[in-house]
């Protein structure tokens, strides 16, 4: 079995772990989805003998997770770490001017959490388009260049909410590109296995 046919079954389960993971419980699924897709990506870049195709999506994952850290850093610094929940268990809230004047002074330390992890998802998501537009280059499979501009976009827009969505239907596109990866590369495109 060649590299880019594991690669296309690889890929595939793997971003289906990664959507439904994602949904159901973002827990064992989206991890073994995640490691499928790393060795699907790995098994391209090989094939096609161009590793800016893995690099490029290990920054994208290094940048997502570095996201992710931001945020939580940044919430846990505003509250005063874990003593925040023993507080807000023990206030009373009584009506809706209450329950402003105790999330206030918070207020401006997680939208400042949420710009900066937005930030570091945009920047992320530059490095799958590339990974992406990389593997629609050697593959012919045009379905990567489309997820991955439609993933840039996705990130772009989540500042506004509707980036969620636009992020669910890229995930669905990136299980179709995977699934429509060819058995082996283009004549014109291969360079080594």
């Known amino acids: 079995m060649s590299k880019l046919r594991k690669a296309k079954i690889l890929g595939g389960i793997g ?10 419980s973002p827990g064992l699924g989206c991890l073994l989805g ?31 997770i ?70 629609a280059e050697h593959t012919n499979v045009s379905m990567f260049k489309t997820t991955g501009k439609i993933y840039f976009i996705g990130a772009i827009l989540l500042i506004v909410i509707v980036g969620i969505l636009i992020l669910f239907i890229a995930k669905i596109l990136e299980i179709v590109a995977f699934f429509s990866l060819p058995e082996e590369l283009p004549k014109k495109a291969e360079v080594g296995k």
Do not use: C, R
């Open 15 to 24: 971003a289906l772990l990664m959507l439904i993971g994602g949904i159901a």
């Open 34 to 64: 995640l490691i499928l897709l790393f060795v699907a990506i790995k098994y391209i870049a090989d094939t096609t003998s161009d590793e800016s195709i893995f690099d490029n999506y290990l920054m994208h994952f290094i940048l997502t």
């Open 66 to 135: 570095l996201a992710v850290i931001a945020v939580v850093l940044i919430f846990f610094y505003s509250v005063g770490g874990l003593t925040f929940f023993s507080l807000l268990e023990e206030t009373e809230f009584t009506d809706a001017q209450s329950v402003y004047d105790f999330f206030e002074p918070y207020i401006g330390w997680w939208i400042l959490a949420l710009v900066v992890g937005w930030v570091f998802i945009v920047i992320s998501a530059i490095y799958l388009k590339k990974s992406y537009e990389s593997i």
